[in-house]
């Protein structure tokens, strides 16, 4: 036999046989387990994680303040062990359950990437921002129209019904809004502007024919319809406590949602703490015929075997298993004839932002505590190009009194400080940016050959940076959005820009890139492996561009879609 080559005869084979295999249980492998059970297949679920069952599992969820040891902080010891993941949004003392330890999982930075990873049942489906604007067709087009990328082998009409179908069962809160680079959806109600975000939208209406500031699309159940209470979900309670696992269901996770749904079938087997090691290729064949685990915990390796196999394990742990997936043919990696795999990484650019004051108001607040933010659609280079670089970016922005009528003078103790705390203090305005990044071919993540992890698995080895055409873009946003708030009437303008590597955007995306030229991509129209029919990448990893809209949403319709491809080319006896 070959090597990555085994005997599937025997009893033992039959008990470690389906009709799919999905290696990731986050945003898209849960879809993928839920549109694959859906149609009568018997799928496997392999979590490299522990498990996670809903309610039962978020063990901080009704927790207040003053019931956390440290008061939502993390200890000076925890700190030193863990500068990597401290520095994750909305990591604390309680979400800290669902973020893994720094020296648990490590990996070698050539150049500056903080890779934030959350390994558990639901994956980072558990901690996601929520955020789901549709691409629009100038994202699909606009590297082959500008030159930095090849053309997308699909287009948004292509996309448009599985956004539908996949916004209908998530839940999706928003409003249609007839903005071409972000289309309309399927949308439950929006939660409302406060008064500051609706004074600010009214003077970028009035001053600007391109920008609109609208009510961004979030899966939160607002509204929530039958399908979902299907689920089991019900209303978003506006507690802005997501991070931590909402016992409500209120905002889409794969815990909460596909995973039960797909479990309830009779079809699913999730198997936590199960390590894929690589994708096993039968050279007799001419495909993939299973995966290779090892137990997280006791090291022992079992293989596990399919017709159709889904790779969903993360960007970047999905360019991983791939690149570790060596035969005699396939020597760097499954489908890597081209030697492109692993290459053309890109993330999202969040470096910078913009921070005012607003005056008046004062006799006002609002309710809840409102989950979502306001957005502004990307409004360069749609048409044409308009500025000295390509891509766009999107821009989140909101509003808010401070905690407390303190002022900076107050000393944070004593009887005035309390009844100051009693008191709203000045309202305060933000935006800032989720810009495109170009992928380009140095811009790469490669296996380690010297250094392995507990498991015996080459380390991931990073080389993404920054280019000109990310500072560019940056020093853009800062002037538009300083422009922006400034006519709005906002004061104290103050612009940032934070520096942080690539990586805190938690948007890693490419290095297994869709494409209809087998020649510079991986994967073809149905994200299938260009030359591994019967292995299908769906997560990030997949991603022929970045796009300026959060991506998550995207993934989600492009696993439903090739799901249904594979069960349907199953049937024909193609796979």
């Keep these: 036999m070959t090597k990555n080559s085994f005997s599937i005869q025997g009893k033992g084979a039959e008990q470690h046989t389906f009709d799919a295999i999905v290696i ?68 604390g003392e309680d979400t800290a359950h669902f973020f893994i330890k720094d020296k648990d999982h490590p990996y070698i930075q050539e150049k500056p990437f903080d890779w934030i990873r959350g390994y558990q049942v639901g994956g980072k489906s558990l901690t996601w921002g929520r955020a789901c604007q549709r691409w629009s067709g100038f994202e699909f087009t606009a590297p082959e129209r500008y030159g930095y990328g090849p053309g997308w082998p699909i287009n948004y009409e292509t996309i448009a019904p599985w956004y539908s179908h996949v916004e209908k069962f998530i839940g999706v809160c928003g409003t249609r809004d007839g903005i071409e680079a972000m289309p309309d959806g399927e949308f439950l ?19 600007y024919k391109d920008r609109h ?60 703490f199960s390590v894929v090691h690589s994708i096993i290729y039968d050279e007799q064949k001419g495909k993939a015929i299973g995966v290779r685990v090892i137990d997280a915990n006791t090291k022992q390796t079992t293989d596990f075997f399919a017709r159709i196999i889904f790779v969903n394990a993360s960007a970047l742990n999905s360019n991983l298993v791939l690149l570790n997936s060596t035969s005699r043919r396939f020597p760097n990696g499954l489908g890597n004839d081209n030697g492109l795999l692993g290459k053309y990484v890109a993330f999202h650019n969040y470096r910078a932002s913009v921070s005012a004051e607003m005056e008046g108001m004062e006799d006002k607040y609002y309710y809840g ?134 990586g805190l955007d938690i948007h890693e995306m490419g290095g297994c890139r869709m494409g209809r030229d087998s020649r510079t991509s991986l994967l073809n129209e149905w994200n299938q492996l260009h030359h591994c029919r019967n292995v299908f990448v769906t997560d990030g990893a997949a991603m022929a561009s970045t796009g300026n809209q959060s991506p998550s949403l995207l993934y989600m319709a492009l696993t439903a879609r090739a799901a249904g491809y594979a069960v349907s080319e199953m049937k024909k006896g193609n796979l």
């Design 213 to 272: 500031l609208v009510h961004a699309r979030w899966a939160h159940l607002t509204a929530p319809q039958e399908i979902h209470f299907q689920q089991g979900r019900v209303k978003c309670q506006a507690r802005n406590l997501c991070m931590r696992g909402c016992p409500f269901g209120g905002y889409f996770s794969s815990v909460s949602s596909t995973l039960p749904w797909a479990m309830k079938t009779g079809r699913l087997t999730v198997r936590p």
């Design 189 to 207: 109600p929006p939660f409302d502007l406060n008064c500051a975000e609706a004074a600010i939208q009214q003077k970028i209406r009035a001053n």
């Design 369 to 502: 505590r409102n989950p979502t933010e306001p957005i502004i659609a990307n409004y360069r280079n749609l048409h044409r190009q308009d500025t000295d670089y390509v891509g766009g970016f999107t821009t989140f922005m909101g509003a808010h009194r401070i905690r407390g009528n303190t002022g900076m003078e107050t000393a944070a103790i004593g009887a005035a400080y309390k009844d100051a705390l009693t008191e709203p203090g000045a309202w305060h305005t933000y935006m800032y940016m989720q810009g495109e990044t170009i992928q380009k071919e140095t811009n790469h993540v490669r296996l380690s050959t010297d250094q392995k992890d507990q498991w015996g698995i080459p380390l991931l080895v990073m080389s993404v940076d920054y280019d000109d055409n990310d500072e560019k873009m940056i020093r853009d946003f800062l002037t538009q959005s300083a422009e922006m708030l400034d006519r709005a009437g906002c004061k104290n303008i103050q612009q940032h820009d934070n520096r942080q590597a690539p």
């Design 24 to 91: 990731g249980s986050g945003i898209s492998g849960g879809w993928a387990a839920k549109e694959l059970c859906d149609q009568g297949l018997r799928t496997l679920v392999l979590e490299r994680g522990r498990n996670v069952e809903h309610v039962k599992d978020y063990p901080t969820a009704t927790k207040a303040p003053w019931e956390f040891r440290h008061r939502g902080q993390m200890t000076k010891d925890f700190l030193q062990e863990n500068p990597l993941i401290s520095k994750a949004a909305g990591f």
